[in-house]
C-alpha cells in the first residue's frame, strides 16, 4: 500500500504532499490543475520511462518519492535487500529523480539502483489502469493475462511450471538445430584439427626446447673457436700446456712466486701476512679455473659436426610447426592442449545430438500434457470469468450485456501454452458477441475493464489499484455503479482514482484536490485533503461547475450520503 506521495517540480506541480490512506482515495482537481502528474508520477516510481519534458518550466529537475507498507518477508523485501537497500520496518522508500537533461535516478530502499529495479517492483505493489491500459486490454496477450490472474494461484504455479520446461524445450531445440545445421562444417573442422593434432604429436614439442636447441646449435657451430680460446686461457693459466715446456710463464707459477717471496719476509712485518693471505687465495682461485677450463676441454664433443647436424634438423621440424600452427613453439603447445579439449567437443556431436533428441521429444510430450491441462483449467476460468464480469456489467449500467471468454487451440505452442483467449462483448440479446476493440465504445470499454479488475481481485488480490479517469465518457446511474464497483474493490485493496465525476468521488473516503494559482506565465498546483464543507464544494463543482451553487452542494450532500449509505460498516 501507497502511504505517501511527495511530487516536486513535475508538470505545473511545483511541490505537493499526497496522503494516502487505505481503502478509496479520489483526486479531483480543474482541467489543467496537474490530476495526472500524480498518475505520471507513480509511473516513474514504477520504472516507466523518464521523459525531460516533464520536468517543471525553469527547475532543474523533477523529484518523486514515494512510502510504500510492504511485508518485511517476501518477493518485494529480498528484491530490495538484493538491490542494496533496505526496509525501514514495513516501510519502503522509492525515489525518482529527472533532469532537465533526461539524466534518471532511481532510489530504492535508501540506495541508488537501476530504474529496472522499479519495473520489476512495479508488478508487485501496483496495478495501473488509464487510456492506455484500455488500449491495451484489447490486445490478445492481456486479455489471456486476465484470465489467467482469474484462473487463481493455482493456476499461477502450473503455469510457471509449464513455461520453466517450455523454456528448457526451447532451449534445447535452438542447440539442437544448431549442431544438426553446422553437423557437416564440425565434421570438416574435426578432420582438420585430428590432422593437426596428429602433425604435432609428432614432432612432440617441449617446452622452451627451441631456446635450447639455439643455444646448443650456437656452441655446436663455432666448437674450434671454443677449443682454441679455452686451451689458450688455460695455459696462460697453468703450464700444463700440450708441449710439456715448463719455459713459458703462467700466472699460478708467478703468484706462487710473489706468495713465497712475501711469506719470506712476513715475520718481519705483520702487514704483510694478510697480503700472502690473499696472494694464496687468488693462487687458488687461478687454480681452480684452470682445472674448469680442463675439464671444459675435455667435453667438448670431438664429433661435434654430426650433433650440430641432428640439432638444426630438430630446430627445422619445430619451425614447420610453429609456422603452420603458432607464433612461437608455446603457442602451438598451447593449440595442442585447446584443440584437443575442441576435438573432444566436436567428437561428442553425434551423443549430444542423440541426447538432445531424446530431451526435446520427452519436454516435448511432457509440454503437451501440461498445455493440455492449461487450456482444461481456462476453459472452465473462462466460463467463470464471462459469467461474473456480465453479473458485474449489469451493476454498471449496461444490464443487457453480456461478456464471452472464448478459449481455442492454436497450432503451435507457446511460452504460455497452447491457448488464444478472445474476450468477446455482446452488447444486448440477440447480438453477435464482437471482440472488445469493435464491440465497445470508450465508456463501455471502461466499464469492461472495471468489472474484469472486480471480478479478477478476488482470486488475485493487488495491493494498490491507480485509474486514470476511468470513468472517461460516462455519466449519470453508469457512473454512481462505477463508484460503487471502485469502493467494493476498495474493500481488499488500496484504490487510487484520478476521476472526473462527483458520482465517483463521492464513495472514496480520502478526497484530494490539486489546485493551481496562477503565477506569471508559471501555474503552481498543490494539493489539499478535502473535508467537510470543502469536500462538498468540490462536489458541488465537481455537478455544476460552481463550488458555491446552493443546488449543486445540496445534489453534493446527497450523494456522499448516497455513497455512505451503500458502503458496508468499517470495523
Same mark, same amino acid.
Request: charged share 25%; aromatic share 2%.
Given at each position: ?336 592442449? /585447446? #584443440?584437443?579439449?575442441?576435438?573432444? %567437443? +566436436?567428437?561428442?556431436? @553425434?551423443?549430444?545430438? *542423440?541426447? !538432445?533428441?531424446? &530431451? =526435446? $521429444? ?22 467463470? /470469468? #464471462?459469467?461474473?464480469?456480465?453479473? %458485474? +456489467?449489469?451493476?454498471? @449500467?449496461?444490464?443487457? *450485456?453480456? !461478456?464471452?471468454? &472464448? =478459449? $481455442? ?40 475493464? !472495471?468489472?474484469? &479488475? =472486480? ?117
Amino acid at each position: 500500500m501507497i502511504e505517501e506521495l511527495t511530487i516536486r517540480d513535475l508538470g505545473v506541480i511545483a511541490e505537493a504532499t499526497l496522503p494516502l490512506s487505505p481503502g478509496f482515495t479520489a483526486v479531483t482537481g480543474e482541467t489543467g490543475a496537474g490530476k495526472t502528474m500524480v498518475v505520471s508520477a507513480l509511473g516513474l516510481l514504477l520504472g516507466e520511462r523518464a521523459d525531460a519534458g516533464a520536468v517543471r518550466q525553469g527547475q532543474p529537475q523533477s523529484w518523486v518519492e514515494g512510502r510504500w507498507l510492504v511485508p518485511e518477508t517476501g518477493a518485494v523485501a529480498e528484491r530490495v535487500r538484493e538491490a542494496g537497500g533496505d526496509l525501514d520496518g514495513p516501510e519502503l522508500l522509492l525515489g525518482r529523480s529527472v533532469s532537465a537533461e533526461g539524466r534518471s535516478r532511481a532510489i530504492v530502499g535508501g540506495r541508488s539502483a537501476p530504474a529496472a529495479v522499479l519495473a520489476e517492483l512495479a508488478d508487485h505493489l501496483v496495478v495501473v489502469h488509464g487510456q492506455s491500459e484500455q488500449m491495451r486490454l484489447r490486445s490478445s496477450t492481456a486479455q489471456r493475462e486476465a484470465l489467467d490472474r482469474f484462473a487463481g494461484p493455482d493456476f499461477a504455479a502450473m503455469l510457471a511450471d509449464y513455461g520453466h520446461a517450455y523454456r528448457r524445450w526451447q532451449a534445447n531445440c535452438e542447440q539442437l538445430d544448431q549442431l544438426l545445421t553446422e553437423r557437416d562444417r564440425r565434421a570438416r573442422e574435426a578432420d582438420d584439427l585430428r590432422a593437426a593434432l596428429a602433425e604435432i604429436e609428432t614432432v612432440a614439442p617441449l617446452p622452451g626446447e627451441d631456446v635450447e636447441l639455439a643455444e646448443r646449435a650456437e656452441r655446436l657451430s663455432n666448437l674450434e673457436e671454443l677449443r682454441q680460446a679455452a686451451t689458450i686461457a688455460r695455459e696462460h693459466l697453468s703450464a700444463e700446456n700440450e708441449s710439456g715446456s715448463d719455459d713459458a710463464p703462467d700466472a699460478v707459477a708467478l703468484l706462487n712466486a710473489a706468495r713465497r717471496a712475501v711469506e719470506r719476509v712476513a715475520a718481519h712485518d705483520a702487514a704483510l701476512g694478510p697480503i700472502a693471505e690473499s696472494i694464496a687465495n687468488i693462487e687458488f682461485l687461478l687454480a681452480d679455473a684452470a682445472g674448469e677450463l680442463s675439464s671444459y676441454l675435455a667435453g667438448l664433443d670431438s664429433d661435434g659436426a654430426r650433433e650440430l647436424e641432428l640439432v638444426q634438423e630438430r630446430r627445422a621440424e619445430l619451425a614447420v610447426i610453429v609456422r603452420k600452427y603458432g607464433s612461437s613453439l608455446d603457442e602451438v603447445i598451447e593449440a595442442l592442449e /585447446l #584443440g584437443s579439449n575442441r576435438l573432444f %567437443e +566436436l567428437d561428442g556431436d @553425434a551423443e549430444r545430438i *542423440a541426447e !538432445l533428441e531424446t &530431451e =526435446v $521429444s520427452a519436454d516435448s510430450d511432457l509440454l503437451q500434457r501440461l498445455a493440455s491441462d492449461l487450456s482444461s483449467r481456462r476453459e472452465s476460468a473462462a466460463e467463470q /470469468l #464471462g459469467r461474473e464480469v456480465t453479473t %458485474e +456489467l449489469g451493476a454498471l @449500467a449496461m444490464p443487457d *450485456a453480456a !461478456l464471452v471468454v &472464448e =478459449v $481455442s487451440r492454436r497450432d503451435a505452442l507457446g511460452s504460455s501454452g497452447g491457448d488464444a483467449v478472445s474476450i468477446l462483448l455482446k452488447p444486448h440479446s440477440g447480438a453477435e458477441p464482437r471482440p472488445l476493440g469493435r464491440g465497445a465504445s470508450g465508456g463501455e470499454l471502461s466499464r469492461v475493464m !472495471l468489472a474484469i &479488475e =472486480v471480478v479478477v481481485a478476488g482470486t488475485d488480490p493487488v495491493p494498490t489499484f491507480v485509474f486514470d479517469e476511468v470513468d472517461a465518457g460516462i455519466g449519470g446511474a453508469a457512473a454512481i455503479e462505477i463508484g460503487r464497483r471502485l469502493a467494493r474493490l476498495a474493500e481488499s485493496a488500496q484504490v487510487i482514482v484520478v476521476t472526473h465525476l462527483a458520482q465517483v468521488a463521492a464513495f472514496a473516503e480520502n478526497h484530494l484536490r490539486v489546485v493551481k494559482d496562477g503565477s506569471g506565465s508559471v501555474t503552481a498546483s498543490s494539493v489539499q485533503l478535502l473535508q467537510g464543507q470543502e469536500r462538498e464544494a468540490e462536489m458541488a463543482r465537481l455537478l455544476s461547475g460552481l463550488p458555491d451553487s446552493e443546488s449543486g452542494l445540496a445534489h453534493a450532500r446527497e450523494l456522499i450520503e448516497l455513497a455512505q449509505a451503500a458502503q458496508p460498516a468499517k470495523h
